[in-house]
């Protein structure tokens, strides 16, 4: 593959960021956009569940529950002011 | 320890009468010294105020869990807090159980002490979904609360758009009917899907509940979305010696009470020789649970799996459907994992947000779901094959 785990993770990050206090975007909208901009060959389901472990375990982005389980920026995060 | 209990006159009607009271529970911990009686007391004060409003003063959701967690934890915080400042915040935190809910006195007593001191004392052992529910939490307290329960090796349940902490009965540690292992399956289930359990990433809840055989005490046919419920596929194990027993016992008439209720008609009974069609038996359990002695499940045994119910509060409960009629429940248990992928895939791509894949199914048809998913439809699938055969088989057109 040479799209790394990073490059797709930077790519779901910036689309969290675009959507900050528009849209929440849930782990599958995520994969589904990364699977668009890269392609299947490249950026697969796991690949993608790679990329959000990343995200949540760096603490760049979290959890939030709104009805359903979301993937936003932290609060504190400078990004989500 | 608080100097004086909120005055409770609306809700200390329920401390009234013979049976157990969560109002008297509550006040036993708003006695408790520190945090945990503050809270507790606060809480006794939003309960009456909610009495007297009639409305919950409870909001739910948001941002609060653990690091890296996406689940296990449900945010709670009253819409009051200047009132009732204790309990401003007052999350829930999932624990997920031993299989099959086998604890040692020193590891409860521990859960106790813990929740004594980061939380309100108040516990519900056990939620709905099986897990350990500690009541009563502040945001800070949560990473201090996760770090004391994995040093006691225990680790956070299942909450939000992920899988829900699987349960089993007690299955083969107690029960002489279980038809396999459900505390082994249980725990192997929940030990290989860890990512689905703690990152959410469905379109709703998926629950696994594991029952040993069809007296389903963990009532998995209403209440997950797979249930895996044990099963044989030979004859019913009998003692004669021991039915006639029974039947000379006077204490039930064989024709009546257990011929006359199996819900297919496939036993006989001449007075002397009890006989069953077995090709008939629906495995009900019903005339094994009259006989103990005398009946028992066959040697050949394995699980059902069904898919699809769920048990809400408002809308009408849906029961769920056979996947499949029999699996060996073998570890590691690889036929039952793909399958649930499977589904995941499909339900995960398609699924609307916040839609159970019971109301997936019925969104899209059976049919469909199976074509889908890879499994053919067989009349085991039918609920009522005999009445209404809901699934319509199409014949491959011939050259
Ligand atoms: S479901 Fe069956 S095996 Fe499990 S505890 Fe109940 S009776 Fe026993
Ligand atoms: S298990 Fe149920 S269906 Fe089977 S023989 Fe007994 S009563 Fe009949």
Redesign the interface.
Known sequence: MSVSEDQVAEAMYAMIKEYHGKRNL???DL?KAMIEKFGEEECD?KFC?KA??QL??S?RC????????YI?L??DSPDAR | MVEKLRDTPKIDELMKGPWPSFVKEIKLSAKLSGRAGERANDLLGVLERSYNDKIGHWKHGGIVGVMGYGGGVIGRYNDLPEEFPKVAHFHTVRVNQPSGWFYKTDVLRKICDLWEKHGSGVTNMHGSTGDIILLGCATEDLEPVFADLTEMGFDLGGSGSDVRTPSACCGMARCEWACYDTMGACHDITQTFQDELHRPAFPYKYKFKFAGCPNDCVASVARSDMSIIGTWRDDIQMDAAAVSEYAQSGKFDMQADVVGRCPTGCMSWDGQKLAIDNRNCVKCMHCINAMPKALAPGRDRGATVLLGSKAPIVGGALLSSVMVPFLKMEPPYEDLKELAEAIWDLWGEHGKNRERVGEFIQRIGMSNFLEQIGLDPIPEMVIQPRTNPYIFFETEEEE
């Open positions: 849930k782990a599958l994969s389901k569940k959000i472990r949540i375990d603490g979290t959890y939030s529950y709104v009805g359903g389980s936003v932290p609060p």
